[in-house]
T-cell receptor, first 113, second 114 residues
Framework: AQSVTQPDIHITVSEGASLELRCNYSYGATPYLFWYVQSPGQGLQLLLKYFSGDTLVQGIKGFEAEFKRSQSSFNLRKPSVHWSDAAEYFCAVGARNTDKLIFGTGTRLQVFP | DAGVIQSPRHEVTEMGQEVTLRCKPISGHNSLFWYRQTMMRGLELLIYFNNNVPIDDSGMPEDRFSAKMPNASFSTLKIQPSEPRDSAVYFC????????????FGPGTRLTVL
């Protein structure tokens, strides 16, 4: 069965610092992978997605993620965090034969000025 | 373009009352998903539809929950009778079924059952 693990429940960084949010998945084949962001009181917004090809994926708001098959990981990165990036971030995995997405438990990002 | 529309945005009701949540998917999308988000359980898929037909309702917690999609532009999630443990944020999402298509989420309905 598919599963997603986000090992960090809460991360705090200073504005301008680099960021990496971890995501590990379990799936027997190459999955579809997504990162979503949820600002307080809002729905989820797609940051980026991976289906095939180049393993380094660029997204909106300056985010990128790298698919590493050998580590079953899809970590999200940003070189310099802005205060407006404070939000909850969700990694999700989808199988190629289903419409469903399996979401991780989320990582809450706090940004200090 | 209008995104996924949900109403109401907030709902406060008393235990035992019927609650109806509404969703209008993005025009042209043919898959619709209902999720529930709580602190304890995170984001859970309740049910989803393809072309107005329920495909997987295994996430619906119990018979008190029901969902319908009478046409391509409208869906409801009903809880009858409601209980305090149903308090959560309920999200609707839609997508264009097919390869590589992500889900687009609505703003959610925050339900409080007293």
């Amino acid at each position: 069965a598919q599963s997603v693990t986000q090992p960090d429940i809460h991360i705090t960084v200073s504005e301008g610092a680099s960021l990496e949010l971890r995501c590990n998945y379990s799936y027997g084949a190459t999955p579809y992978l997504f990162w979503y962001v949820q600002s307080p009181g809002q729905g989820l917004q797609l940051l980026l997605k991976y289906f095939s090809g180049d393993t380094l994926v660029q997204g909106i708001k300056g985010f990128e993620a790298e698919f590493k098959r050998s580590q079953s990981s899809f970590n999200l990165r940003k070189p310099s965090v802005h205060w407006s990036d404070a939000a909850e971030y969700f990694c999700a995995v989808g199988a190629r034969n289903t419409d469903k997405l399996i979401f991780g438990t989320g990582t809450r990002l706090q940004v200090f000025p | 373009d209008a995104g996924v529309i949900q109403s109401p945005r907030h709902e406060v009701t008393e235990m035992g009352q019927e609650v109806t949540l509404r969703c209008k998917p993005i025009s042209g999308h043919n898959s619709l998903f209902w999720y529930r988000q709580t602190m304890m359980r995170g984001l859970e898929l309740l049910i989803y539809f393809n072309n107005n037909v329920p495909i997987d309702d295994s996430g619906m917690p119990e018979d008190r929950f029901s969902a319908k999609m009478p046409n391509a532009s409208f869906s409801t999630l009903k809880i009858q009778p409601s209980e305090p443990r149903d308090s959560a944020v309920y999200f609707c999402a839609s997508r264009l079924a097919g390869v590589h298509n992500e889900q687009f989420f609505g703003p959610g309905t925050r339900l409080t059952v007293l």
